[in-house]
């Protein structure tokens, strides 16, 4: 089946740094991926839909300039925590949307970056 | 670890209740969810039910939970056109494993 992965799995880093998390969907292409943030014990939140080739679309509430969505392939969308802060610690988490000849319409998860700001 | 299983397609015809199923592994999770996912959208938090619960009902949403057999099931009454959608079942404390979701058809 389809598989998408996440790198790192997770991440420790210093207040004010800048870190990466990569989303790849490894044997299909995905147009569209998903961000979304886990906070310790809650439910997944959306952060925003990266479609490749075009900016993202965040949700309310979610900072732009702090969270750089770039969907640069079909395979790839990067997500930069820019200037983190320990309240940024959370558990990432990406999926990929495959729409097949078929037209089902689904949706594949990653594994799931832990960022933890110090 | 945790692994969730949820059957993959349900056809339901309008008007009639539907009933979509999911079992767990982990009886340590403290959280059930349900989530669904509109085409082309992401997913979005329909309900969630803590493990200490047997049952919670949201309008046209009841979510039932077994712990004794790990299973969680949510059912929609009066379905209707619009809750044509994928329903993704999730269990989890601090990380959450997701299913790989239901996808409900609205027969007419």
């Known amino acids: 089946g389809a598989v998408v992965s996440q790198h790192p799995s997770w991440v420790i880093c210093k207040s004010g740094t800048s870190v990466k998390i990569e989303c790849r969907s490894l044997?299909?292409?995905?147009?569209?991926m998903f961000w979304y943030r886990q906070f310790p014990k809650q439910s997944l939140m959306l952060m925003a839909t990266?479609?490749?080739?075009?900016?993202?679309?965040?949700e309310q509430g979610v900072e732009k300039d702090k969270f750089l969505i770039n969907h640069a392939s079909l395979t790839l969308s990067t997500l930069t925590v820019t200037s983190a802060h320990p309240e940024d610690s959370s558990f990432y988490i990406c999926?990929?949307?495959?729409?097949?000849?078929?037209?089902?319409?689904?949706?594949?998860f990653g594994p799931g970056t832990r960022l933890t700001v110090l | 670890g945790e692994d969730v299983e949820q059957s993959l397609f349900l056809s339901v015809r309008e008007g009639d209740s539907s009933v979509i199923n999911c079992t767990y592994t982990d009886s340590s999770s403290t959280y059930l969810y349900w989530y669904k996912q509109e085409p082309g959208a992401g997913l979005q938090l329909l309900t969630y039910?803590?493990?200490?619960?047997d049952m919670k009902q949201d309008q046209r949403l009841t979510v039932l939970l077994n712990k004794k057999d790990k299973h969680l099931s949510l059912r929609i009454a009066d379905t209707q056109t619009g809750d044509s959608a994928i329903y993704f079942c999730?269990?989890?404390?601090?990380?959450?494993?997701f299913g790989k979701g239901t996808r409900l058809h609205i027969l007419p």
């Open positions: 999730a269990a989890g404390n601090d990380k959450i494993i």
């Open positions: 999926s990929a949307r495959v729409l097949t000849s078929g037209g089902t319409d689904t949706q594949y």
């Open positions: 044997d299909f292409q995905a147009t569209t």
């Open positions: 039910i803590f493990s200490n619960m």
């Open positions: 990266s479609n490749e080739g075009s900016k993202a679309t965040y």
